[in-house]
């Protein structure tokens, strides 16, 4: 599956609504939407990686769409989502809590694919008063692989993420 950087975080917002988790990505297109109970709201903080390019060959693979071989380039990366916890106040910290909870347990079980779980951390619960809101910052660093295919002549045409070798 073929996937530009910006569609990374909605990629997360996709697995998470698949675990029956209510999520939304930050900063959508659309009007802020309202809900009920805790949300998820997902960023991609930071994008680290290698030095610039695709320069390591990692082989060939024969694409059947084409009928012909490509070649493979890719470097390593950590992505790091910003998943923070939002619920109105009156739903209380308790409601947060069960969100949390519910969050571990779908990452844990992986994430989107392409993706590899290396950390998952929360920081402390405060209230936002100017949204009236309860937050908790909570945020999930994966390892990936970013592989870039490149034509005969040498022009890349498309990148791929991948998830890490399993050993």
Request: aromatic share 10%; proline share 3%.
């Amino acid at each position: 599956m073929s996937v530009g950087m910006d569609q990374i975080r909605d990629r997360m917002t996709r697995y998470l609504a698949e675990h029956q988790i209510s999520a939304v990505s930050a900063w959508p297109d659309g009007d802020r939407l309202d809900r009920s109970g805790a949300v998820v709201s997902v960023s991609l903080r930071k994008c680290q990686g290698g030095p610039s390019g695709f320069q390591d060959y990692l082989g060939e693979r024969f694409n059947r769409e084409s009928g012909a071989w490509e070649e493979l380039y890719g470097k390593r990366v950590k992505l790091t989502f910003g998943l923070d916890l939002y619920a109105d106040a009156q739903a209380g910290e308790g409601a947060l809590e069960r969100a949390f909870d519910q969050l571990a347990g779908a990452l844990q079980q992986g994430g989107p694919e392409g993706l590899e779980l290396e950390e998952f951390s929360c920081g402390e619960t405060a209230y936002q008063t100017k949204d009236r809101l309860l937050k908790r910052p909570v945020q999930a660093v994966y390892r990936a692989y970013l592989y870039a295919v490149a034509q005969p002549g040498g022009a890349f045409v498309d990148f791929e993420i991948r998830g890490g070798m399993r050993q």
